[in-house]
Structure formats: structure tokens, C-alpha cells
């Protein structure tokens, strides 16, 4: 079987479809405006006529780790919440691309790592063998914060966002203020 072979369109092109298809989905012209900022900031940086489908994943990483993402123009850092969210619009846009063909797959999907391994199980037979190292030492149970992290498409990460909200809303009365 041969790959389905997409014609590919260009980064610029990439953002004017992505951000109509916002519009078509409801979103506000408050996020539609911060999305199509954020898809401009990647124009620039990795160029507005490059295709998407020649896009790699180190183009995508170089991208994310690049000064434009992570400083602020005065040459600080910028805050986690700020340079995530620009590499968020970029992997949901290539991601929405994908899901509609325009590209095979997204070179912003991340590369999944091997599972690092799991220490072995102790079994009654190692407690009773001298002790070479030392016990484990049981861990006190963190107190859960109020947070869900999900990596969905936008459509469904808004909707959970949705939900969590009304959740942290309805066990917390003074943040429902």
C-alpha cells in the first residue's frame, strides 16, 4: 500500500485556514486574534512560504526552543504559561492540518521516548536477606491539586477546561466569585 500523498499548502495559507476554521467552531475574536498572533510569531520565525508538509520535527523543535518563543523582546525569559502557549497554537494548527488531510501526519507530534524501567517489586524473600540498601521509605500522600492536564485537540481541551472549572467552582465557593 503507498501513502496517501496531501498537496501542501504554506505556513501563511496554514494560519488564514486554521483561524476560519476557529471562527466556524464559535471561538471568540479574543482567541481567534491571540492564535492567529501566535501563528504569525511562527511565520517569521521558520518563514511564511515554507510548506507545512516539509516542515520536521526539528524544525518544530528548533521553533519552540527559539528566542522569539522563549525571551521577551528585552532579551528576559518569558513566563512557562506564555512560551507553552505558542508552541500549543503551532502543534494544534499543524495537528487540525493533519486531521484534515492537508499534511500526512504533524511534525509536532511529540517523539515518544521508551518508558524509563521500574524498579523491581520487593518480595517477602528480599526482607528477610540483609539489608545492603537501605528500606524504602514510605511516601506521605501529596495533597492533590486542583488541576487536569490533557493533550486533546482543541475542541475537546475546552470543553474538559469546562468542566474542571465548574468542578473546582462547585468544591470551592469562593473561587466560583
Not at 479574543?30 to 492564535?35: E, I, L, N, Q, V
Not at 521516548?113 to 540498601?133: I, V, Y
Not at 506521605?140 to 475546552?158: D, G, M, N, S, T
Request: proline fraction near 8%; hydrophobic fraction near 40%.
Amino acid at each position: 500500500m503507498t501513502p496517501k500523498k496531501t498537496a501542501s499548502i504554506t505556513l501563511a495559507e496554514l494560519t488564514t485556514r486554521y483561524i476560519a476554521h476557529l471562527d466556524t467552531e464559535g471561538k471568540s475574536l479574543g482567541t481567534r486574534f491571540s492564535y492567529e498572533s501566535e501563528l504569525r510569531l511562527a511565520q517569521r520565525e521558520l518563514g511564511a512560504d515554507i510548506s507545512i508538509g516539509a516542515l520536521a520535527q526539528e524544525d518544530i523543535a528548533r521553533f519552540n526552543a527559539c528566542d522569539r518563543v522563549m525571551k521577551l523582546k528585552n532579551g528576559k525569559p518569558k513566563a512557562a504559561p506564555s512560551y507553552l502557549k505558542t508552541q500549543r497554537v503551532l502543534r494544534l494548527a499543524l495537528a487540525w492540518a493533519a486531521q484534515t488531510g492537508l499534511i500526512a501526519t504533524s511534525p509536532a507530534e511529540p517523539i515518544e521516548e521508551p518508558a524509563p524501567e521500574k524498579p523491581k517489586a520487593r518480595t517477602k524473600k528480599d526482607d528477610d536477606a540483609p539489608a545492603s540498601e537501605p528500606a524504602p521509605v514510605a511516601k506521605k500522600p501529596r495533597k492533590r491539586k486542583q488541576a487536569i492536564v490533557l493533550e486533546v485537540a482543541q475542541p475537546e481541551a475546552e470543553a474538559a477546561a469546562d468542566v474542571a472549572e465548574a468542578m473546582i467552582a462547585a468544591t470551592n465557593p469562593e473561587s466560583a466569585a
